[in-house]
């Protein structure tokens, strides 16, 4: 079985009509068990319905943070679909592509409350650290989180050491392809924090002009191979165990991820 820890399938509506079902024919034909995280309570409400369509998918629940503004005055009307996710996410910081530093102190209300909620209700978290990667150790550390993925990171190496150090789990995406950086980063994750993604359909979008189908893991897969000098099938069952581990014991996944991980 295939592993996309971070994808976002609500968005093959806006790729446009049967980008979707393309997507859930792939992830079905290829088995790829994929979490799509939200950005909002529509992408939300989206996502569950597409968790409904396909068993191989993991609808979870979160507030981008290009959407923390938006969301960082109402967090009460966020706390009952907060409490019934599966995982949070996606969740974080974003001090580089949001320029406008006025909205950062959103941005950490918003991160706060999804992270107090995690500690409380013992979850899982998928993060975006776009350019806050040291922020947001600082805030994990605060919290106590046990469990975390961080979603492509892209930082320095000392922060990235901070993280493995904590047993933090990270998904390699796209950008391994392209980016030497991205692929020291590869080779570097001990092989029990390693985890894979797409970030679909429009993370991979800004490489390849085009947006991402599920089957781009296969390539990333190889990528990570390569990076790592060892096989493919190393990597895919390498991945798939540390998926299983991190979420295990997880009352909250044990009827989803672990039900499917573990008949495949
Ligand atoms: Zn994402």
Request: charged share 25%; net charge negative.
């Amino acid at each position: 079985m295939l592993i996309d820890a971070h994808s976002h399938l609500n968005r093959y509506d806006l790729v446009g009509e049967g980008a979707l079902d393309s997507a859930l024919g792939e992830i079905t034909q290829h088995r790829i068990f994929t979490i799509s995280n939200s950005m909002d309570l529509p992408s939300y409400e989206r996502n569950l319905a597409i968790g409904e369509m396909c068993s191989l998918v993991l609808p979870i629940f979160g507030v981008h943070p290009w959407n923390a503004p938006k969301y960082a005055d109402r967090l009460k009307d966020l706390s009952e679909v907060t409490e019934r996710s599966f995982m949070l996410g996606e969740i974080g910081l974003d001090f580089y592509f949001v320029k406008d530093t006025s909205e950062y102190p959103d941005q950490r209300k918003v991160f706060e409350f999804f992270l107090a909620a995690a500690k409380e209700q013992e979850k899982i978290v998928n993060l975006h650290t776009k350019g806050a990667e040291g922020a947001v150790l600082e805030l994990l550390d605060r919290y106590h989180i046990p469990r975390v993925i961080v979603h492509w990171y892209s930082g320095t190496l000392d922060v990235f050491k901070e993280l493995v150090a904590r047993g933090v789990y990270f998904t390699i995406g796209v950008e391994v392809l392209y980016s030497t950086h991205i692929q020291t980063i590869a080779q570097e994750i001990p092989s029990r924090q390693l985890l894979t993604e797409t970030d679909n359909p429009h993370g991979p979008k800004e490489f390849t002009d085009t947006p991402g189908m599920p089957v781009l893991v296969k390539n990333i897969i190889q990528a990570v191979a390569d990076a790592r000098k060892t096989t493919v099938e190393v990597i895919t069952q390498t991945v798939q165990s540390n998926l299983l581990r991190l979420t295990r014991d997880d009352p909250w996944l044990v009827d989803t991820c672990v039900k499917v991980l573990e008949e495949h």
